[in-house]
């Protein structure tokens, strides 16, 4: 907000009378159309030595979920500026005047009263004022830029009316702006970010299982990654909000992400200042929670190019200027249609700023291109690139600042700074790359790398009462929880990114700050403070509701500011069940009198995350959620244990009984010339041989699978198969080497009495099949 360049309160002029008429707006222009220096000064500013990369539009942007809509009327009809009465209007909750020459400076005043689509009322008369914020270089000289006054937040309204005083030295193109941000599908149009469009976390290292909760074959995720299947998490959350439509289908919200609802009044900052510290080393701070570019539902569609600049030097600090009449539950709205103001009036790339605070204390991700990554934005003139920005939403002239406030100024300039080794008390000088109010292009400043606005341009921005809390905001910057890791999650297993437990999670971590110097740490399950506990506390055990939960750590700095690490723990507290019996089959392979292949379907299930079975008979084995084990075991009857278990530790025992039978090729009732061969490499010693076509075994038996086994061989033939009578395969029993009680033919049955016959198909040059005889299973 520029107050010596302001299009204020100025000439006196009469009142309009209330209009008589509904005004016809142009059609929508589509949907989403001086404080002392720090005891220590870091040396001059050099060039960031990285070079910038563009980051183009994303061609594939899906639509936003909630749209915005612009409205506009042309204030210079006729040549000179109009007046407008009292009149209806579509319904908008931001309202701001543009021109088509950025550089001009409209000389007069503009004010505006609207009326609220619920009460009906009138609002007073209020100024609006020149925008100054904007972009350098290559943005800046786009078409379609727009020369444009602050926004005003006037909340959902269907009636505005303008007055101008003076000139407004402006006579042609001056253009009313009215935004309707939209609302969630059923919400009241507060625009308030579904509790199902969560706020994402910032990276956290995720714990490594502990050797006693890894299952086999799972590998945890490790590093900087998000804790969440789903979404980022960062170092605090934003509330939930009483009035939002149900969670949208494919947002997870059990991030581990605080949903403690903040409705009343912002308290006032603290108003003794802290002690500047003297200390310039960088402050490793967890970025804070935040609302995601989908939870405020950014129009991606609508954003061209940005830019990262791989480097932030300093981070400036803005307010909106808009007002401080507003609902915390409007924020996001708030948000989107500053979105909608900045790309589709003021025909910037995307919204200027690259964060956003309320007056609560939430914060919300700005420009595209990622909350930690150096994405230049387009608010400082002058000193954009190599730079980030943070507004707070409001007029921080008239409004005092507030401790939730102060300390997400605090929390983001230390994690923002921190990542490129600069600390936000020490001090820089830059070099501004273009001409601004204040300074021409090549001035330099020396100032804290977490500055004012108005510390870079001529501008009142971030207001005088925000202005002058900076000092302590920088010290409070100092005041940050570093180094909060979880180290393990016990009390069950981990699999696919989450924990599973049947009732109770252990959680244990470290951290870099002293206990002195921490409040207590607080262990959330979902939105819920379940335990609290001083600052040298280590360890926490916790009760898990069955079902998908986000468990937090939050760590609370004597100061105010917090960290938090966070995972998924799912509570479950049901066994594992098995889907039907457990069908035990014969395979192929080779047989003997001590060992037969056989395969076990395994038909474990689990209601969240199968883990896998336990077997302690016929033979011990541990094995993953397959669906069948392929094994041996010796021919006659044997018991089958085995447990089924689930991620959380959950096991449900099941067994049965079987009998492997071996039937000697002498059982089958032979038909054509089939001689005996005698040899300790078949099964019992003997085998049946027969060269003639046509030649048949029959065997008979009652079970569940069978298999007929064969003698191989670089002469030996083929032979055709029957199973009750009915031609079931063709088999060749060639081999290049001899090979002796091999199954060739397998077969798994209903329990009951069958037949299956072998014939000799009289291969041509290698006639001999060689039976071995029939195994079964009963």
């Not at 609302?183 to 706020?199: D, I, K, Q, T």
């Not at 300390?407 to 830059?430: C, E, H, M």
Request: charged share 20%.
């Amino acid at each position: 907000m520029r107050r010596k360049l302001a299009i204020g309160i100025g000439t006196a002029v009469a009142v309009l009378a209330a209009g008589g008429g509904v005004a016809v707006l142009t059609s929508p222009s589509g949907t989403a159309p001086a404080e002392a220096a720090p005891a220590e000064a870091a040396p001059a500013e050099a060039a960031p030595a990285a070079t910038p990369t563009e980051l183009p539009p994303d061609p594939a942007a899906a639509p936003p979920r909630i749209r915005t809509a612009l409205s506009s009327v042309d204030l210079t009809a006729g040549g000179r500026p109009a007046q407008i009465a009292q009149r209806d209007t579509r319904r908008f909750s931001l309202l701001g005047v543009s021109w088509p020459d950025p550089s001009a400076v409209p000389d007069g005043t503009i004010e505006v009263r609207t009326r609220g689509a619920a009460t009906g009322e009138w609002s007073g008369w209020q100024a609006l004022e020149k925008a100054d914020t904007g972009p350098d270089a290559a943005e800046a000289a786009a078409s379609g830029r727009r020369g444009a006054t602050e926004p005003l937040w006037a909340g959902p309204s269907d009636g505005v009316a303008v007055r101008i005083g003076g000139k407004a030295g402006l006579t042609a193109g001056l253009r009313l702006d009215l935004i309707d941000p939209g609302a969630e599908s059923g919400g009241r149009g507060g625009g308030e970010p579904s509790p199902g469009a969560s706020a994402d976390p910032s990276p956290s290292p995720t714990p490594s299982p502990s050797a006693s909760t890894t299952v086999p074959g799972d590998t945890p995720i490790e590093g900087d990654g998000p804790v969440d299947e789903t979404v980022e998490e960062p170092a605090e959350a934003p509330p939930a909000v009483e009035e939002q439509a149900p969670p949208v289908v494919g947002q997870d919200t059990g991030t581990g992400v605080d949903s403690v609802v903040q409705e009343v009044a912002p308290a006032a900052a603290a108003s003794v200042p802290t002690v500047a510290p003297t200390s310039t080393a960088p402050v490793k701070a967890q970025f804070p929670v935040y609302y995601t570019r989908t939870a405020w539902s950014a129009d991606e569609t609508i954003v061209g190019s940005v830019t990262d600049a791989k480097v932030v030097n300093a981070v400036w600090v803005h307010h909106t200027g808009t007002t401080n009449d507003y609902d915390c539950s409007e924020s996001a709205a708030i948000v989107r249609a500053i979105q909608s103001n900045d790309v589709n009036v003021k025909g910037l790339s995307d919204l200027g700023y690259n964060y956003l605070v309320d007056k609560c204390g939430r914060l919300f991700e700005g420009r595209r291109g990622g909350v930690e990554n150096a994405i230049v934005p387009a608010a400082t003139v002058g000193f954009n690139t190599g730079y980030a920005a943070i507004a707070v939403i409001g007029n921080y002239e008239t409004a005092a600042s507030s401790a939730a406030v102060e300390t997400i100024l605090a929390q983001v300039g230390a994690a923002r700074l921190g990542r490129y080794d600069f600390n936000p008390a020490s001090q820089g000088t830059f070099t501004a790359g273009v001409a601004n109010d204040k300074l021409a292009k090549g001035a330099q400043i020396t100032v804290p790398r977490l500055s004012g606005h108005r510390d870079a341009d001529a501008t009142v921005c971030p207001g005088a009462n925000l202005y002058a809390r900076l000092a302590d905001i920088r010290a409070r910057a100092q005041q940050m929880v570093t180094g909060l890791a979880l180290t393990s999650v016990t009390g069950g297993g981990y699999s696919g990114g989450a924990y599973y437990v049947r009732s109770s999670a252990k959680l244990n971590w470290n951290i870099a700050t002293p206990p002195a110097d921490l409040a207590r740490f607080e262990v959330l399950v979902d939105s819920t403070v379940v335990s609290t506990l001083t600052g040298d506390a280590r360890t926490a055990t916790v009760p898990i509701p069955a079902g998908r939960h986000g468990v937090t750590v939050r760590a609370v700095h004597d100061s105010g500011s917090t960290a938090r690490v966070g995972v998924t723990v799912y509570g479950d507290p049901t066994a594992p069940t098995y889907r039907g019996a457990l069908p035990l089959n014969l395979i192929t392979g080779t047989y003997s009198t001590t060992s037969v292949p056989v395969r076990l379907g395994l038909t474990g299930t689990d209601n969240l995350r199968f883990a896998g079975y336990t077997v302690t008979s016929p033979r011990s084995a541990t094995l993953g959620p397959a669906a069948s084990w392929a094994t041996t075991v010796r021919p006659g009857t044997s018991t089958w244990r085995l447990t089924a278990r689930d991620v959380a530790g959950n096991s449900r025992a099941a067994w049965m009984s079987r009998s492997v039978v071996l039937s000697a090729e002498t059982a089958a009732k032979r038909s054509g010339t089939w001689s005996r061969r005698t040899s300790g490499s078949y099964l019992g010693g003997k085998a049946l041989a027969a060269t003639a076509k046509n030649a048949k075994l029959t065997y008979t038996f009652t079970g569940r699978s069978a298999a007929l086994i064969f003698s191989r061989g670089s002469r030996t033939g083929k032979a055709y198969v029957y199973l009750d009578g009915r031609k079931v395969a063709t088999i060749d029993t060639r081999a290049t080497a001899t090979k002796y009680r091999q199954a060739l033919w397998v077969s798994s049955t209903a329990v009951k009495k069958h037949t299956v016959t072998i014939v000799v198909a009289g291969t041509a040059g290698r006639t001999t099949v060689v039976s071995d005889g029939l195994a079964y299973i009963r």
